[in-house]
């Protein structure tokens, strides 16, 4: 058959997890690593990433909103998705999904984003009027008191609802991880360093993408970039690479050196179906390369637009070394028969319901409502004239 | 009696659904099948397998398999005596129509009838996140299609590759041990059509199923035993080169 090679059990010849469900742990990896950025200022006082701290909590919203859509898109049948609200099975890793979604939305990230936003919110709700003004007198929920004494309230309640929602953005995440990590059939993901990877590799994320996000913003609005911002999440970004980078690498080695009944099957899968995402994309292009390039920056004393740029490229080029390491994950487990005598190829589909359309407007989707969001709420501390951030 | 156009009109809809389910039939019930009587699962005679294909056609037509996916299937090993980690393996079709004639001299030969283990402790039941799939107090996993997802989470979990995604009706699809057969004291299509008997619907739970003592004097095996799913599906003869 087209597409096989080797003996694969005949029910494995087709991949049953497409490009969205690459899509699915890439998506909330960046909302764990955004959150995990934001928590930083907040948590543990790290001043000088504050002025990405609201643009990384809008982030993780924007794309924490988006995070379920490739899962409901890739079910059979979609409208029966609420049953794992319903109806949870006790023992799936994938029915506490809901749970931990809804509450890192509603429990973590939309509480804190109001909470911190509330006084801007009730000056917006006087002074804007039309159909925006309602809007934002509902976002008030009926909460009008700004006295000094209400806002300090919010400042120990957002305090303690980061400090909650730094171990929910890791069972967010670790959980993804754990989806794969505790299939025992299919030695590619059975791993129990697997949740560890993947938060780590969320926080790498995460970060690059809210620091690519505040660089291109900030050049957008023609402002100036907070330079001991951008360094200081460039060293973040780079001390967190190498931890993801090492138990990365710990994994490899383990794999390597034990050689069990898998190794030969899964070496050779890396080696051919896997050489360009794996070695070439992931490890040369998105981990060492971004590395190197991040570690030029801490060890030599770089003029500030040679800094800038170098920060854009590793930002970028961590990202897309993520998204391949999403690939290997899911496509990879696929792509191997069980059997261990047999690889199989994914077609990727074009305008499909699981296809690369859908998957770039799945992508691009995000951006929009991250672009509504800071319509609605801007970030930036000199954009609203009644009410300076707080900390001005 | 009079009747309007109104009324008419509204009984007709009515009349036809009334009439398609006329047309589908009853299923026939069971009324004397006692879940908890029963430990179903099945005995398979490797030496005893010919490669007919059998089986595969008459689990193909029975439960109106799609094309492409297989709730049985038939495997043909050859393994030599230095590659007995890489046995040469092929299954046209799930072997449906046979096998080509063997044309090496050297090493051995045997076919290795698959199906769903209907294991005890079944990591697709574990994951489900509805728990559409489940196991029966008679011991077969079973899925509820009015309620599987479609999320393949299971095809995943299942170490043995027996479930795929039904590509019509879009919701996980493996082998049921024929139970639309097997609660009315029929045997599975596939034992059915087997010319050797290389397939046999065991009951544990039967003391007078001739199982228990076949298991008491031969050499018995599962599947792949290192991955503690409680597979149920025993393999006589079988050869460790098996997957």
């Not at chain 2, 009324?31 to 908890?36: A, E, Q, R």
């Not at chain 2, 599987?148 to 393949?152: I, K, R, Y």
């Given at each position: 058959m087209t597409g096989v090679e080797g003996y694969m059990y005949p029910n494995e010849i087709t991949l049953y997890w497409s490009v969205l469900i690459v899509l699915y742990p890439f998506i909330t990896g960046l909302v764990a690593g955004a959150f995990i950025l934001a928590s930083l200022e907040r948590v543990?006082?790290?001043?000088?990433v504050k002025p990405t701290y609201r643009l990384a909590l809008l982030t993780a919203l924007s794309f924490l909103l988006v995070a379920p859509l490739p899962l409901v898109l890739h079910l059979?049948?979609?409208?029966?998705?609420p049953e794992m609200y319903?109806?949870?099975?006790?023992?799936?890793?994938?029915?506490m999904f809901g749970y931990v979604y809804m509450w890192y939305l509603m429990a973590v990230l939309v509480f804190e984003i109001w909470l911190d936003y509330r006084r801007e919110i009730v000056f917006l709700s006087q002074s804007t009027q039309g159909l925006l003004g309602i809007v934002y007198k509902i976002m008030t929920l009926g909460s009008t008191n700004i006295s000094e004494r209400a806002l300090h309230i919010d400042e120990r309640v957002g305090w303690v609802v980061t400090l909650v929602g730094i171990p929910s953005a890791f069972m967010l995440h670790g959980y993804v991880g754990f989806i794969f990590g505790s299939?025992?059939?299919n030695p590619w993901w059975s791993s129990p360093l697997m949740p560890v990877v993947f938060i780590f590799s969320a926080m790498v994320s995460g970060i690059a993408g809210v620091m690519l996000l505040y660089m291109g913003l900030t050049k957008l609005r023609k402002q100036t970039i907070d330079m001991r911002c951008v360094d200081s999440i460039a060293m973040y970004l780079f001390y967190i690479f190498i931890i993801d980078f090492s138990l990365e690498m710990l994994d490899l080695v383990h794999r390597i050196y034990e050689a069990d009944e898998s190794f030969r099957s899964l070496d050779f899968m890396v080696h051919t179906k896997l050489y360009f995402s794996q070695?070439?994309?992931?490890?040369?292009?998105?981990t060492i390369l971004p590395l190197v390039l991040l570690f030029l920056t801490q060890v030599v004393k770089l003029p500030e637009i040679a800094r800038k740029r170098i920060y854009a490229i590793s930002g970028c080029l961590a990202l897309i070394g993520i998204f391949a390491m999403r690939w290997n994950v899911v496509i990879g487990g696929q792509l191997f028969s069980k059997s261990f005598l047999g690889y199989t190829t994914y077609k990727m589909a074009l305008?499909?319901?699981?296809?690369l359309f859908m998957a770039i407007a799945l992508t691009l989707l995000p951006l929009l409502f991250l672009w509504v969001l800071i319509k609605l709420l801007?970030?930036?501390?000199?954009?609203s004239e009644h009410a300076p951030a707080i900390g001005d | 009696m009079n009747i309007s156009r109104r009324q008419i009109l509204i009984l007709l809809p009515a009349a036809a659904v009334a009439w398609k389910s006329v047309l589908a039939g009853t299923p026939e019930a069971s009324?004397?099948?006692?879940?908890?009587d029963h430990w179903w699962s099945m005995l398979i005679d490797i030496p005893k397998c010919?490669?007919?294909?059998n089986c595969v056609r008459a689990c193909q037509t029975e439960n109106d398999v799609p094309d492409g996916f297989f709730r049985t299937w038939v495997e043909r090993y050859h393994v030599t005596d230095y590659h007995m980690e890489n046995p040469e393996v092929i299954s046209p079709d799930g072997g449906k129509e046979g096998f080509p004639v063997a044309v090496a001299d050297e090493g051995k030969y045997f076919f290795v009838p698959k199906m769903?283990?209907?294991?005890?402790?079944?990591p697709c039941t574990q994951v489900c996140p509805v728990g559409a799939t489940f196991t029966g107090p008679d011991g077969v996993v079973l899925i509820d299609p009015k309620y599987?997802?479609?999320?393949?989470y299971c095809v995943q979990a299942c170490p043995y590759g027996c479930r795929y995604i039904?590509?019509?009706?879009?919701v996980a699809d493996k082998c049921t041990l024929c139970y639309h057969r097997i609660t009315k004291g029929l045997t599975t299509a596939c034992c059915e059509a087997c010319p050797t008997g290389a397939r046999q619907l065991i009951d544990?739970?039967?003391?007078?199923?001739p199982i228990h003592e076949f298991l008491k004097t031969h050499d018995v095996q599962v599947l792949?035993?290192?991955?503690?799913?409680?597979?149920?599906?025993f393999y006589n003869g079988l050869d460790g080169s098996v997957r």
């Open positions: 543990f006082n790290v001043a000088a059979g049948h979609p409208f029966r998705s319903f109806t949870p099975h006790a023992t799936s890793a994938m029915a299939i025992k059939a070695i070439v994309i992931q490890i040369c292009l998105g305008v499909t319901k699981e296809g801007p970030p930036w501390p000199e954009t | 009324p004397n099948y006692k879940m908890t010919i490669g007919c294909g769903c283990n209907h294991c005890t402790d079944s599987c997802l479609g999320c393949a039904h590509p019509e009706k879009k544990l739970k039967n003391p007078k199923d792949k035993p290192q991955m503690a799913t409680g597979a149920k599906a």
